[in-house]
């Protein structure tokens, strides 16, 4: 039985791109999507096919199919459901909603939970020269040097000048990637910028200060360079409950060296004597901001752990 790769879900139907038809898109490509329907077993087993998923499938003789057999995953994501993305795409912009870095470390946690790379994307440059903000290059600069001394890549984007845009699309070239982030910060804007593409945007509430969301269900956008592309709704907020209190630090990846050389196993980081997490954070070899915000999460999931 052939072989495909689950592009879109959509009310219950899966649309499968054969192997034999991958390796970049063409124009003939949306003709070569099969609509499946998922087999009863899996239902039965618990289980759902996710966008992303590698599939073997059968043809039924109406020229659609049935989904068999899910294949190994290599990732799984909840919130976007999508599996065997490698690289999540983070999009936070500079300006309309301002930088959030609290937000921005709770998606590099959940990230680093599901073991894909990250790439961070500063995105709406353009607005800093409108408002004039001198302070700004300055804050971008030392955002750019905090994570990447983590050891995350940043890239300062935007959709109306193309500023990193093709730096952006390299990165895809042969994984499939999601974009994510908070809502309104210009997602679908620079998907456009830099695919060609028509996907359909907002303006963002300055009154609320966050955006509609635009997009309605996961889909795999296929690019030349051999990369998918999912495109996923955008949240306003993320929660801990798939993420046990006891993972939390290893989320932190620059908590790791200092960790290992605690006094006591399984330290919390928190008020344990001999913490060296905690003497690295007070030396300012940890970042204030990052080691407040892993406080922050830690709080935050023991209050959801006494609630549920």
Do not use: W
């Amino acid at each position: 039985m052939p072989e495909g790769l689950i592009v879109k879900a959509l009310s219950g139907y899966y649309y499968v791109k054969p192997a034999t038809a991958q390796g970049g898109a063409t124009d003939g490509a949306k003709e070569a999507y099969v609509q499946c329907r998922g087999r009863g077993i899996f239902k039965k087993r618990g289980e759902s096919p996710l966008v992303g998923d590698r599939v073997i499938y059968s043809p039924t003789e109406n020229g659609e199919g049935t989904v068999d057999e899910i294949l190994p995953r290599e990732t799984e994501l909840i919130r976007p459901p999508i599996a065997n993305a490698k690289l999540a795409v983070l999009l936070f912009s500079l300006r309309e909603p301002d930088l959030n870095l609290q937000l921005l470390d709770k998606f590099l946690v959940h990230i680093e939970h599901a073991g894909l790379q990250a790439l961070i994307c500063l995105t709406k440059e353009d607005l800093l020269e409108e408002d004039g903000a001198e302070e700004m290059p300055e804050i971008i600069s030392q955002v750019k040097a905090l994570y990447e001394s983590i050891g995350y890549d940043v890239i300062v984007t935007s959709s109306v000048t193309g500023m990193g845009t093709e730096d952006v699309k390299s990165r895809l070239a042969g994984e499939i990637s999601v974009f994510s982030g908070q809502s309104g910060v210009g997602k679908s804007s620079l998907l456009n910028a830099m695919l060609g593409l028509s996907l359909e945007t907002s303006e963002i509430s300055l009154r609320l200060g966050r955006g509609r969301h635009t997009t309605r269900h996961v889909e795999l956008i296929e690019l030349e360079n051999g990369g998918y592309v999912a495109d996923t709704p955008g949240f306003s907020q993320l929660d801990f409950l798939e993420l046990g209190v006891e993972e939390l630090s290893s989320c932190f990846r620059e908590f790791a060296n200092y960790a290992e050389e605690c006094k006591f196993r399984g330290c919390s980081h928190l008020h344990e004597p001999g913490c060296k997490v905690r003497e690295a954070a007070d030396r300012g070899d940890i970042a204030a901001s990052r080691y407040a915000h892993y406080v922050q999460f830690h709080e935050e999931m023991k209050d959801k752990k006494r609630r549920y």
